[in-house]
């Protein structure tokens, strides 16, 4: 198939080479030249920009960092929407609010483009592995035409309902990700000072009301869980300032919505203060380093 | 064995009912009569108080509502510690602070009685069932000694550490499952404001990062988990009030400890609210109400 | 002095009408016929659009909703800087983000013209009554030039600092006044369910360490000060919707310098959480209403 | 006057010093020998214990560290109410909890000695100065009789109603407190980050609506206001440490009283993050310093 692939960044790079291994021709595009040089000595070929990339393509496929890039990709000058032939369908796998979706999918609609909101969970190595999860906005027979693509990316493509509600179910997962995971921190650091070993504490909470991904997995105290972030540092994993991107739209659309999220409010607040003090790379469950003496 | 047993409440009561039921002679006490009566229909007899109860007593099992009726019951006039025998193992098995623990296991200390602390997660159906989990902070020794008794009340006996730890393992627990559910509570109520199905959303917390105790067992929106507290009005459970109780025993602790904790300090104060407009008996699921239109 | 004025709503209209009755002549602009026809009753002309009001204008005046009108207002297809003379003031009184001053403060300049923020505190009965305060980042000199202008519409006109750091003032301040406001909301209600009589705590209040505007002059419980909104049903005053406005400015601009503010984001979602509960156009004192047992 | 004078800590000392200076005196009682050799020297006479010092006063006055303290000095062996003469007014100017006051009340009078708690502000300043302000509880007959003396060691003394509610003025004005100075250290430090200058920002605070002591009186930020703890390194003034200790006392009746108090419990783990990092003796504002780079 000829596929528009456009942001070749740590997510989409990877992506991307899996979508060439698969056997598809991609035209890419991106800022970076050199992301865009390591694209074609895998077999893709160079746009001259997001219209160009379109032009021919059968499918679109965006991985952008923020809804500004994804606007501008889509509908600045030389974007996607000034050239894609009508009725090919436009997947977007940034994680963007749900207001930029409405208007991109409104936009693409008056051409005859479905737009597609897929963001996903896995992270960079889940990308490299082809392993993500796809969280998909589409209709059910939209869903149908583009799912095989997506699983040459994801082991899982998960329909979350009509256009838009992709994202809905990430900043919804993400947002009590962010909140559990601070939970953890707290339950984890009282046992700490109360004097009961770690170890002991996480068995106990990973088998009673208490157990979460964020104990089970990927546990904030280091050397609980052996291939977790804490235990190396709080290398690799989901980032500070991504969690924080994250619970920043999902309070953005909370206030949309004029719904109240004291915790979720609270929760961002506390990773800002991590990302703050320089933990802003490093994986979100080190925010149990604010618990400490010295946090 | 002839076992002292004080306390007979909506826990207490089936308790000490699986211990007769197992072939022990109970000697019992509570402030209702009413409670004595049933007890001693099933075959228990009647102390005249804690002392009296204890006095040939070879262990003390103790089930009250707070640390106030334990250090009555242990320390007061014609309390246990007045006339148990040296060498006797005291259980007690309410939820209280780790500061009472320890002033009540130096006191046992100091006559030679092995004091344990042991609270129980499971609630009054577990209690009933005979499927309760007991947290106990017990020496090994000690506990392959008592063990045999607290699993004819329960299904696991989980050890945590030394004296103390028990309480430490179910405040840390429950300070967890308090943040939780608010934060499954925003997270659903967030997909409900932003027109994603509550179902859909559920499941795809439940096999994502989000995935936790809270959305998977004890879904807050009703008819999502059949046999949740939420899909029959919030009846049953672990209400507001008792949730409220072991988060202010945990911010207590952390005071004690000098620890911060912000979201559990939050969350503390969320579940007030829930109680002051009246749903202090519901389950703690029913927090999500307060996100709801008229919450 | 010929004057473009655009943006005649509930603030702008009386700012318009008091520059009138100073005898300046006014060009107005606004989505409302009804609010031009009754500027221009009052002697103002009828501009088409802002271009047209600013083409022959020695000063231009804006007072709009929201960042996106201001932007839409200088930058759009017949914007203000279509059309404006080289060297014309352009003073904003809006309430908006910081980083849009800076963006149209950088695009005025490439044409030669200075922008000034100069947004306001003394709500409409001020704007009426020509008695509010202006919060000015202007150059002393631009200040000097424009002052006698303001000084039409209010009674303090304070330079804040260059351009940006009037909005800086005003989002500071009241970040500050919705944070007190909750803190007396708070301190009161425990003073009502502790027992002390309301009057006798708001005068310990007033007179110690505790005293604060929120306390003295807008007090939150009704009767204790006259004619405080509070005493008339929360009419009048500063709507919770206005107070929920700014606090999000206040809260987004501290995103953007990574900084957190645990309790400003608090702050914002009570106040939100009044909102939802039906009361946005009442004063923002009404938080309160939330500490009650039907809150 | 003969007076019972129990406690000679930094307040309590300084305290009794103002009464002997004034004529009366003073039976004298405290752990320290230091600290009753220290008011020997200056004209008291030492006491065996409260019961001794309370067995000839016409005035018993206290001042002690926490409830434990004062209820141990009334209530225990060798307590003042095991002597104390019926009739003789009790006076306690210990800052705890209000259940604690009517408990003693209570006790008092049934042997017929009124209960009057009296705590006070001003710090050990304000103490050697004998320019306290004291907030007491008791009836007005009552508070005729002993004002005179108060008013040997401080400046203002006001009724706040029957007994127990000196205590609760005391706790709803520094909860207030507390909260306040929050908001102007994340005012504060917004303005900072947005590049207002912050002598600017503070002189437009403390004539706007965000106006309160802790701006004005004890502005957070060093060198805004001279005599401030904030401009000569946070020493002095009213500690992180006591500020929690009455945070804490708010917050238990709070949830005594079922009210739920948001921005408070933040609040009070807000300064407890700082008193665990070591700023626990410096002035409460220093709370500010958890919103710098390295905080």
């Known amino acids: 198939m000829q596929i ?53 393509a059968e499918l679109v496929m965006t991985m952008l960092p923020a809804a ?22 436009l997947i977007d796998s940034s994680t963007i609010d749900p207001a930029t979706v409405a208007a991109l999918a409104d936009a693409a609609a008056r051409q005859g483009n479905p737009f597609v909101d897929a963001p996903v969970s896995g992270g960079t190595v889940g990308a490299q592995a082809g392993t993500l999860t796809f969280m998909v906005g589409a209709d059910p027979a939209l869903l149908e035409r583009i799912a095989p693509v997506l699983a040459q990316m994801g082991r899982n493509v998960v329909r979350c309902g009509d256009t838009g509600t992709g994202q809905v179910a990430k900043l919804c997962n993400n947002l009590l990700l962010g909140i559990s995971m601070i939970g953890v921190a707290e339950a984890m650091s009282l046992g700490e000072a109360l004097g009961i070993d770690a170890q002991v504490l996480a068995g106990i909470i990973n088998t009673s009301t208490g157990r979460c991904w964020s104990a089970e997995v990927c546990n904030p105290v280091p050397g609980i869980v052996a291939n977790a972030p804490a235990s190396r540092a709080y290398r690799g994993g989901f980032g500070v300032d991504l ?53």
């Open 4 to 56: 528009a692939f456009i942001g070749l960044g740590n997510m989409g790079a990877p992506m991307a080479a899996n979508l060439l291994a698969a056997g598809h021709a991609l035209r890419v595009c991106d800022l970076s030249e050199a992301a865009i040089d390591a694209a074609c000595a895998q077999g893709a070929t160079r746009a001259a920009n997001p219209a160009d990339a379109a032009s021919d």
């Open 68 to 89: 500004a890039h994804v606007r501008a990709v889509y509908q600045g000058e030389h974007g996607v929407l000034a050239s894609v032939p009508a009725g090919i369908p």
């Open 243 to 295: 969690m924080l991107k994250d619970l920043g739209l999902a309070v953005d659309a909370a206030r949309a919505a004029r719904l109240a999220l004291p915790l979720g409010a609270l929760a961002e607040q506390t990773y800002r203060r991590s990302s703050r003090h320089g933990d802003g790379s490093l994986d979100f469950s080190s925010v149990i380093r604010q618990y400490g003496d010295a946090g």
